[in-house]
């Protein structure tokens, strides 16, 4: 038996050369190509399996074939037809019809790029990435070339790209520096029924400029197309919010998926994570137990992922193919992660069919729901749970929680399926936790979460009535009111409501304000380059590694504390600058970072995104107005006092033993995470600011600093200093010069009366 655990590299490449030089007869084997090895060495087990060749590449012509068997083909005239005739179109259809990969080549085709670029958002990056692949393989173009993409951090287009891919985000940050949309002549907003934030608030952006005769055209010579593609979700809502637009339906073949509910999973264990266990046992019960087909493992992230891919493969090595398995067809299993913060070159191995004989696994988190088609998948195993962002009313702060997945999400999940033949669907949980802990519908990312970043965007794009704007969903008002107050905390807004100088450089960086605010407030003393490293750092995936094994465990903890204590001062942030600094100035920077337990392929992200954020800081700083300060204080604290200017929304103070108080106005108790350098260190600590909170059973706070009181005292009065009246008339315009003066007077009164704080500047 051939397994190709990282320990048994060698081997199997010595297996490899051997079947590749001294087997003629490659029919009798099962192979799995380099490519697959070189990405997923830890992932591969099954029966006697060799590698060979190349043998998984889709060819072209095959890909040609599938793309004329999807159900959208049979519609493209009629399709083309109906974009022409309309300027607002919706077009619906099941997940895997073809929407996202064949309608913008039609357009591209029927020359609607004469006029203007065609862009595609999503949701998620990967599904940006993955689908621009695809759709440039299908047009024989190099990507980058006529069809690239643009996420966050990575832009693959250039000047001869016409067929753009971009998330929501990026259109959204394009909107801002030029609002009439000149160089598209077709938005297409797709994955609209994921109702994330950027895309709600996207078609309201479009309805509001693009459905109005008078503003249609402003910066632009010619009308702009906007096409809004859904599964079936939804379109009449969609419709009546677009005046009454046509909706084009895409009709389409879906499959009979047979559902069985489990007994692991009730409404006692919302708080457990044995979800990952069960949903190993429950897909190598279906590997043995059922016909040949792959299998899609629904679970919440990339730890959890990792976790289940490791546990799979243990267990599947065990499994003697002559007896245990029922379908003697199938003679290995191919374990195959997929998650946001994947390498692009991996994610693109999902797609590929496995080799013949062998079963495929995908274990994914909710991005294999609907932004991404694995053909081939006849089972599905969920774990009816999904990590989500919401507004915690607890800490006051958003925080990413496992929670149950909604019917409407577990139906979706199960259709997967039944793409292009019946399938089954192993749902972990009980049939009491479907009926009491899973709600009917997935709350829409507007109604729970953050406004801070879009609500300063519209302000920067004149849109000051922000109650009144077009909302597909409106969000709670108290929502919107708690995002104008961190902008005015942060300076971004002011108490008219008006965009500040400040605001329109914070607008710029793809950051969380709070971030770009300490970040603005280095470069204004000059010391931008020990920010923009931990801003880079914060932006990326989880840096460190943290081995399974207890003793390997040991060692990479042992690592980490070497590190912390090379940077003298006990602080994550300055923790995070060291690591980047020292792996930066490394000869071999992969070797430091594996010996370090550190992931070299997240510094490579953060190395990357650093670079692109010194590129916008450049650019502002080249603008004649750029703040300029002094510094007077003592140089070895400049670091954490540029912090407490964005994080001092994020202070805590220590209550009694190891549990801290924040400072808010929430006065929540949380804990240090264990994962922080500063653990077990609670008792020197009195102030301190925090980077983001985990919730469990307790409310941890994870990147910590300590700071001194004094830095925060003159900050802290502008967390309670906020009147909601005054917010309120904020959001809906900006403030007259009488109603300024009315506020004044009665904040004078509540002055005198020593009811609020000054507010010192
Ligand atoms: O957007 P919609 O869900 O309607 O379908 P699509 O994403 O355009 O997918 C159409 C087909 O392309 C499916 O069969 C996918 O499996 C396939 N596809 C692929 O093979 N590789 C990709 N990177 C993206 C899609
Ligand atoms: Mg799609």
Same mark, same amino acid.
């Not at 920067?460 to 005015?488: M, S, T």
């Not at 280095?522 to 003793?551: F, H, T």
């Not at 004649?624 to 140089?635: C, I, L, M, Q, S």
């Not at 070895?636 to 106005?665: H, I, P, W």
């Given at each position: 038996?051939?397994?190709?655990?990282?320990?048994?590299?060698?081997?199997?490449?010595?297996?490899?050369?051997?079947?590749?030089?001294?087997?003629? @007869?490659?029919?009798?084997?099962?192979?799995?190509?380099?490519?697959?090895?070189?990405?997923?060495?830890?992932?591969?087990?099954?029966?006697?399996?060799?590698?060979?060749?190349?043998?998984?590449?889709?060819?072209?012509?095959?890909?040609?074939?599938?793309?004329?068997?999807?159900?959208?083909?049979?519609?493209?005239?009629?399709?083309?037809?109906?974009?022409?005739?309309?300027?607002? !179109?919706?077009?619906?259809?099941?997940? =895997?019809?073809? &929407?996202?990969?064949?309608?913008?080549?039609?357009?591209?085709?029927?020359?609607?790029?004469?006029?203007?670029?065609?862009?595609?958002?999503?949701?998620?990056?990967?599904?940006?990435?993955?689908?621009?692949?695809?759709?440039?393989?299908?047009?024989?173009?190099?990507?980058?070339?006529?069809?690239?993409?643009?996420?966050?951090?990575?832009?693959?287009?250039?000047?001869?790209?016409?067929?753009?891919?971009?998330?929501?985000?990026?259109?959204?940050?394009?909107?801002?520096?030029?609002? /009439?949309?000149?160089?598209?002549?077709?938005?297409?907003?797709?994955?609209?029924?994921?109702?994330?934030?950027?895309?709600?608030?996207?078609?309201?952006?479009?309805?509001?400029?693009?459905?109005?005769?008078?503003?249609?055209?402003?910066?632009?010579?010619?009308?702009?197309?906007?096409?809004?593609?859904?599964?079936?979700?939804?379109?009449?809502?969609?419709?009546?919010?677009?005046?009454?637009?046509?909706?084009?339906?895409?009709?389409?073949?879906?499959?009979?998926?047979?559902?069985?509910?489990?007994?692991?999973?009730?409404?006692?264990?919302?708080?457990?994570?044995?979800?990952?266990?069960?949903?190993?046992?429950?897909?190598?019960?279906?590997?043995?137990?059922?016909?040949?087909?792959?299998?899609?493992?629904?679970?919440?992230?990339?730890?959890?992922?990792?976790?289940?891919?490791?546990?799979?493969?243990?267990?599947?090595?065990?499994?003697?193919?002559?007896? +245990?398995?029922?379908?003697?067809?199938?003679?290995?299993?191919?374990?195959?992660?997929?998650?946001?913060?994947?390498?692009?070159?991996?994610? &693109?191995?999902?797609?590929?069919?496995?080799?013949? /004989?062998?079963?495929?696994?995908?274990?994914?988190?909710?991005?294999?729901?609907?932004?991404?088609?694995?053909?081939?998948?006849?089972?599905?195993?969920?774990?009816?749970?999904?990590?989500?962002?919401?507004?915690?009313?607890?800490?006051?702060?958003?925080? !990413?929680?496992?929670?149950?997945?909604?019917?409407?999400?577990?139906?979706?999940?199960?259709?997967?399926? /039944?793409?292009?033949?019946?399938?089954?669907?192993?749902?972990?949980?009980?049939?009491?936790?479907?009926?009491?802990?899973?709600?009917?519908?997935?709350?829409?990312?507007?109604?729970?979460?953050?406004?801070?970043?879009?609500?300063?965007?519209? &302000?920067?794009?004149?849109?000051?009535?922000?109650?009144?704007?077009?909302?597909?969903?409106?969000?709670?008002?108290?929502?919107?009111?708690?995002?104008?107050?961190?902008?005015?905390?942060? +300076?971004?807004?002011?108490?008219?409501?008006?965009?500040? &100088?400040?605001?329109?450089?914070?607008?710029?960086?793809?950051?969380?304000? =709070? !971030?770009?605010?300490?970040?603005?407030?280095?470069?204004?003393?000059?010391?931008?380059?020990?920010?923009?490293?931990?801003?880079?750092?914060?932006?990326?995936?989880?840096?460190?590694?943290?081995?399974?094994?207890?003793?390997?465990?040991?060692?990479?903890?042992?690592?980490?504390?070497?590190?912390?204590?090379?940077?003298?001062?006990?602080?994550?942030?300055?923790?995070?600058?060291?690591?980047?600094?020292?792996?930066?100035? #490394?000869?071999?920077?992969?070797?430091?970072?594996?010996?370090?337990?550190?992931?070299?392929?997240?510094?490579?992200?953060?190395? #990357?995104?650093?670079?692109?954020?010194?590129?916008?800081?450049?650019?502002?700083?080249?603008?004649? @107005?750029?703040?300029?300060?002094?510094?007077?204080?003592?140089?070895?604290? !400049?670091?954490?006092?540029?912090?407490?200017?964005?994080?001092?929304?994020?202070?805590?103070?220590?209550?009694?033993?190891?549990?801290?108080?924040?400072?808010?106005?929430? =006065?929540?108790?949380?804990?240090?995470?264990?994962?922080?350098?500063?653990?077990?260190?609670?008792?020197?600590?009195?102030?301190?600011?925090?980077?983001?909170?985990?919730?469990?059973?307790?409310?941890?706070?994870?990147?910590?600093?300590?700071?001194?009181?004094?830095?925060?005292?003159?900050?802290?009065?502008?967390?309670?200093?906020?009147?909601?009246?005054?917010?309120?008339?904020?959001?809906?315009?900006?403030?007259?010069?009488?109603?300024?003066?009315?506020?004044?007077?009665?904040?004078?009164?509540?002055?005198?009366?020593?009811?609020?704080?000054?507010?010192?500047?």
């Amino acid at each position: 038996m051939c397994l190709f655990k990282e320990t048994l590299w060698k081997n199997a490449l010595m297996d490899m050369l051997i079947c590749t030089f001294c087997l003629s @007869d490659i029919h009798k084997l099962r192979g799995i190509s380099p490519e697959w090895q070189r990405n997923f060495p830890s992932v591969v087990s099954g029966g006697p399996l060799y590698l060979f060749g190349n043998l998984s590449v889709t060819s072209l012509s095959s890909q040609e074939m599938e793309s004329k068997n999807l159900p959208i083909y049979h519609q493209k005239s009629k399709l083309v037809q109906a974009v022409r005739e309309n300027s607002f !179109l919706i077009v619906s259809g099941e997940t =895997g019809s073809g &929407k996202t990969t064949q309608l913008p080549q039609y357009l591209y085709e029927a020359g609607f790029c004469k006029d203007g670029n065609i862009g595609i958002t999503q949701p998620r990056r990967v599904a940006a990435i993955t689908v621009a692949q695809r759709v440039a393989q299908e047009m024989q173009c190099s990507l980058g070339k006529e069809v690239g993409y643009q996420v966050r951090f990575d832009d693959f287009t250039s000047p001869s790209t016409v067929v753009k891919y971009m998330t929501d985000g990026c259109l959204l940050r394009e909107v801002l520096a030029d609002p /009439g949309l000149s160089a598209y002549g077709v938005i297409i907003l797709d994955e609209v029924h994921e109702r994330s934030l950027n895309t709600d608030i996207l078609l309201g952006l479009l309805k509001k400029v693009f459905s109005n005769p008078s503003t249609a055209t402003k910066g632009r010579s010619f009308p702009l197309k906007v096409v809004v593609m859904s599964a079936t979700l939804e379109t009449d809502k969609l419709s009546v919010f677009f005046n009454d637009c046509p909706v084009f339906t895409i009709p389409g073949r879906v499959f009979p998926v047979t559902c069985k509910f489990g007994t692991a999973i009730g409404p006692k264990d919302l708080e457990s994570t044995g979800y990952v266990k069960e949903v190993v046992k429950v897909a190598l019960n279906v590997h043995t137990t059922e016909m040949a087909g792959d299998i899609l493992v629904f679970l919440t992230g990339q730890v959890e992922i990792e976790r289940a891919c490791d546990l799979l493969f243990e267990k599947a090595e065990c499994i003697d193919y002559r007896y +245990d398995v029922y379908d003697q067809t199938v003679e290995g299993l191919l374990i195959l992660p997929l998650y946001g913060s994947m390498p692009t070159d991996q994610q &693109k191995q999902i797609f590929q069919p496995p080799p013949p /004989g062998i079963r495929k696994c995908v274990v994914a988190t909710n991005i294999a729901a609907t932004s991404l088609t694995i053909n081939g998948i006849k089972y599905i195993v969920d774990s009816g749970f999904v990590k989500q962002l919401n507004h915690n009313s607890r800490v006051g702060l958003d925080v !990413l929680e496992v929670v149950p997945i909604s019917k409407s999400e577990a139906r979706q999940r199960a259709g997967r399926a /039944g793409r292009t033949s019946a399938g089954k669907c192993f749902r972990i949980y009980t049939a009491e936790f479907w009926e009491k802990c899973m709600p009917e519908y997935t709350v829409p990312e507007i109604q729970r979460t953050s406004l801070t970043a879009v609500i300063l965007t519209l &302000k920067c794009l004149g849109i000051h009535d922000v109650i009144r704007f077009p909302y597909l969903a409106c969000p709670e008002e108290r929502f919107i009111l708690e995002a104008l107050k961190q902008l005015y905390q942060f +300076d971004a807004i002011d108490r008219r409501g008006r965009v500040t &100088k400040l605001g329109e450089l914070m607008v710029e960086f793809p950051l969380h304000p =709070g !971030l770009t605010r300490a970040l603005l407030k280095a470069a204004s003393l000059g010391c931008q380059d020990l920010l923009l490293p931990v801003a880079a750092m914060l932006s990326v995936e989880n840096i460190y590694i943290r081995p399974g094994e207890p003793e390997k465990q040991k060692e990479a903890d042992t690592r980490h504390k070497a590190l912390a204590a090379k940077t003298g001062s006990m602080n994550d942030f300055a923790l995070l600058l060291t690591v980047f600094q020292s792996c930066k100035s #490394s000869d071999r920077p992969s070797a430091w970072c594996k010996e370090n337990w550190i992931h070299w392929r997240a510094l490579k992200s953060a190395f #990357s995104v650093e670079t692109q954020l010194r590129e916008i800081l450049l650019r502002l700083q080249q603008k004649r @107005d750029f703040p300029v300060e002094t510094f007077d204080g003592n140089k070895s604290e !400049l670091f954490r006092q540029c912090l407490c200017t964005g994080y001092f929304t994020n202070v805590a103070r220590r209550s009694v033993g190891k549990v801290f108080c924040t400072m808010d106005g929430h =006065g929540s108790m949380v804990h240090i995470h264990p994962s922080s350098s500063l653990f077990d260190q609670e008792a020197e600590l009195n102030w301190v600011i925090f980077h983001d909170v985990m919730v469990t059973s307790r409310v941890y706070i994870r990147t910590v600093c300590p700071i001194r009181y004094e830095w925060v005292k003159d900050l802290l009065p502008k967390l309670h200093e906020v009147d909601v009246y005054e917010l309120s008339s904020v959001a809906r315009q900006e403030v007259t010069d009488d109603e300024m003066k009315k506020w004044e007077t009665k904040e004078a009164a509540k002055r005198q009366q020593g009811s609020i704080h000054k507010l010192e500047k």
